[in-house]
């Protein structure tokens, strides 16, 4: 039986601008051995290229069939629920350039759906114009609802925060696609081309990566090399398979992998 892995990015292999030690030897050893990965992050604002391109700065080499986001889960949900559908968009280059290559016409008037992603440079005046749209008729889709990690100098507010305003400002509640609705955790899983059973997910907090893989019946890992902390694990009503410090102290093959079919 195959076996692969769902891995998000963010505390998991890197912080910030740093790499996580180890992470890029577990990496290689994925790689190495044959092992199925891809990438999964909730950030929808780098295209597949940029992410490949910041990994390639830390010493991990991987290639667009290794990077999911949660701008390529959108544009495909967005595809299917409307082919050749339209969209006003508040994000930057990666989720305009995913949304463009599954057929969604990028529009400034009447849209199908408003569409949020993370992103520094759309104005207020471009949020107004996006809740008179919402209130006029669109569909209000947020690429995720990741809170901000509050501290100074992060790279952007914090979807949640943008979308919260959206909300306020409309009293319609966003569609979320990214991590943990089951939009993303299965497109991801397809994207991979795995089945339920053979999908574990590698993740750094638990009200995304861990609650998306339990809800979808994957094996799941935590790495307290992020946002997750021991202390407060026991307060959730879910629990991952395994815990570990970080990446560096995962073995193969995991427990749960049935290596004799
Ligand atoms: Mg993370």
């Known amino acids: 039986m195959r076996q692969g892995l769902l891995i998000d990015m963010d505390g998991v292999i890197y ?5 996580i030690f180890g992470a890029d030897k577990f990496i290689k050893k994925l790689t190495d051995d044959g092992i199925p990965f891809t990438f999964m992050t909730n950030n929808s604002q780098r295209t597949s290229l940029e992410v490949i391109r910041k990994l390639k700065g830390l010493g991990i080499k991987v290639d667009k069939s290794h990077v999911y986001t949660s701008a390529m889960a959108t544009a495909k949900f967005l595809s299917d629920q409307s082919p050749n559908g339209t969209a006003y968009v508040l994000g930057e280059g990666g989720l305009l350039s995913s949304l463009h290559e599954h057929g969604i016409t990028l529009v400034n008037t009447d849209p199908e759906y408003v569409v949020l992603g993370e992103g520094r440079n759309f104005t207020l005046e471009m949020v107004q114009r996006a809740v008179d749209m919402i209130l006029a008729g669109a569909k ?30 409309t009293g319609i509640k966003a569609f979320v696609t990214g991590k943990p609705s089951p939009v ?6 397809k994207f991979l081309g795995l089945e339920t059973s053979e999908t574990t997910v ?3 907090t638990m009200e995304t990566d861990i609650q998306g893989g339990v809800q979808m019946g994957y094996k799941t890992i935590l790495v307290l090399s992020g946002i997750a902390k021991k202390e407060t694990l026991g307060h959730y009503a879910f629990k991952p398979d395994m815990i570990t410090s970080s990446v560096d102290e ?3 093959p995991l427990t749960w992998w049935n290596t004799k079919k």
């Open 15 to 19: 912080s910030g601008e740093e790499l």
């Open 184 to 189: 993303m955790m299965r497109s991801a899983r």
């Open 140 to 169: 209000f889709i947020t690429t995720n609802r990741d809170p901000s990690p509050k501290k100074p100098g992060w790279n952007n507010l914090g979807i949640a925060a943008t979308t919260a305003m959206i909300e306020e400002a």
């Open 250 to 252: 995962i073995k193969f």
């Open 202 to 204: 590698i993740g750094d």
